[in-house]
Structures are given as structure tokens and as C-alpha cells.
């Protein structure tokens, strides 16, 4: 079992994402060195760099998980809203894409506060050659190759394949799943209110998933790629609804894909998952807490 810091051992930059934007190059060294003291024996600290996307920029602390290869962004806690704020202006935007259904299907997100603890996470969703390194499928996908995002796999081979990794990985929960992927925004999407192919491909860009590098240049300002469309990705929230009697296996997926309208790609929106069977266009991003 690998040994997680307590919060007393964090510095006060990393709990409030506000101290973190402010600091100095000084204090994000530090910082950044004390996590790695913390975990170095499973991850690489690689360097400092510096993100943007539409005028909002952070300093983030760039991690490799050694048994995997995978590339980790630690991402300073702090308080955020999360969920739906504006429901009336969000409603008028789903319409757009249903104008003659009824939207009691769409459920929009309650909208809360939410405390966030310190965590890294995956810069892209984990691809088809990190998850082959240590587990092998046992189907074919139909989006393959090297840098194409694993999908259908069960919540069950997932879970497997995390604990062949090691490192305390795990999912990202619903709530820092969506902490990382606004970095710091409060728009619709993490760069703008309006749909944009730059940065995600939807039903729109047509039902093919792409290369998780192609993006790459089009993060957000955490440094993060493909938070919005291509594949959803599987958080470890169970689904909850006492309506819902038959519930048992659903999971919440975020982010949208290649088959859903931009409706669905937004920052709060949220789907339900039954994980224990596969879908060709949902995959999975890892995070790792602090403590």
C-alpha cells in the first residue's frame, strides 16, 4: 500500500486553487517538490509549465506515473460551484439541438459548492497501449491503436487494471472531474459558451473517436485534453436514484462523446453508465488524491 501525506503536510497553496493562481515560481517549486517527496516513488516530476486557454492561465506541476507512463497534472483543491447555475439559459440551449421534444428527458445538474482536495490527473483519458501494457482486453474495440482511447471496457476490467498499476490510482469523482475539467472557468464549456471543434469533437464532427492526441494543443488551462467530447469518461460516483430501482451497476460518465450533441459535452452535464457492460464510446481517466 503506498503511503498518502496528511493535509498537515500539504502547503496552503495547494488547498486553495486562488493561493496556487497567485503565487510565485518560488512557491510552485516548493510545492511541487514536496509532492514529489511524497510520491516519487511511483510517479516523476517533470516539470513546471504554464497553460492557457481563453485568457485564463495556471502554473501546473507536470507528474508521470512510472508503471504506466502516464501523464499527470496535480491540480490545487479549493472551493467551486458546480452543476447547472443559469437552468433557463441552458434549457434554451438544449433546445437548440431537440426544438420539437419535450426536455423532460434532459435533467439539468443541481447546482452546489463543493470543497476539493489536492489530486492529480490523467492529461489525456488512458489509451488502448497503457491499458494493453497491463491488461489485456477480451475483445476487440473498434476505435484501436496505440494513442486511441480505451473503451469498452467494464467497470469490473477497469478496476482491475487500476489495481495492476499500483500508485493509488483510481476514477476522479464526479466533483473533481468537473473541478478539473472548468479550470477555473465558469462558462458553458471550459472555453466559451458556444461549441467549438478546436477543442471537442461531438455528434457533430461526425460518431468517429479520435487519437487522444489530437487535441493536444487544445487543452484547457489546467492542461488537460479532450475533457469535452470524443469519449465520455467513467467517474467512480455510482449512479443514485431511489426511482431508479434498477440502478445496481450504473456509474456517472462526464464529458460527451462523438455520439452526443454538444448538449451533453458541457461542463455540468451528466450521464448515467451501466459499467458492467461496454460502450464503444466511453473510456476512462485516472486521478490519484493526496491524502
Request: glycine share 8%; charged share 25%.
Amino acid at each position: 500500500m503506498v503511503m498518502k501525506s496528511s493535509k498537515s503536510d500539504i502547503p496552503d497553496i495547494l488547498l486553495d486553487i486562488n493561493l496556487w493562481k497567485e503565487a510565485t515560481m518560488e512557491a510552485w517549486t516548493a510545492a511541487a517538490g514536496i509532492v514529489s517527496e511524497e510520491i516519487g516513488h511511483t510517479f516523476e516530476f517533470i516539470s513546471l509549465k504554464e497553460f492557457s486557454c481563453a485568457g485564463r492561465s495556471f502554473h501546473i506541476a507536470v507528474f508521470k506515473h512510472l508503471k504506466t507512463s502516464i501523464i499527470m497534472h496535480l491540480i490545487p483543491g479549493g472551493k467551486i460551484f458546480i452543476g447547472t447555475e443559469k437552468k433557463e439559459n441552458e434549457l434554451e440551449y438544449v433546445r437548440r439541438f431537440y426544438p420539437n421534444r419535450d426536455l423532460d428527458f434532459f435533467d439539468l445538474e443541481p447546482f452546489k459548492k463543493v470543497i476539493i482536495e489536492p489530486f492529480l490527473i490523467g492529461q489525456f483519458p488512458v489509451t488502448c497501449r497503457q491499458f494493453g501494457k497491463l491488461l489485456r482486453k477480451l475483445k476487440d474495440q473498434k476505435w484501436s491503436g496505440g494513442n486511441f482511447p480505451v473503451v469498452d471496457v467494464t467497470s469490473c476490467r477497469v478496476r482491475k487494471w487500476l489495481d495492476k498499476a499500483g500508485g493509488d490510482l483510481c476514477l476522479p469523482s464526479s466533483a473533481e472531474w468537473e473541478f478539473a475539467c472548468r479550470a477555473g472557468s465558469d462558462t458553458r464549456f471550459f472555453w466559451g459558451d458556444e461549441m467549438d471543434s478546436t477543442y471537442c469533437f461531438d455528434k457533430s464532427s461526425g460518431p468517429v473517436v479520435r487519437e487522444v492526441t489530437t487535441h493536444a494543443g487544445a487543452g484547457n488551462s489546467f492542461g488537460l485534453v479532450d475533457m469535452a467530447g470524443n469519449v465520455s469518461e467513467l467517474c467512480s460516483d455510482e449512479y443514485q436514484d431511489p426511482e431508479f430501482w434498477y440502478a445496481d451497476g450504473y456509474y456517472l460518465i462526464r464529458g460527451g462523446n462523438v455520439s452526443l450533441d454538444a448538449a451533453f459535452c458541457r461542463s455540468a452535464a451528466v450521464n448515467s453508465y451501466w459499467a458492467k457492460s461496454g460502450s464503444e464510446f466511453v473510456g476512462f481517466r485516472v486521478s490519484r488524491s493526496l491524502f
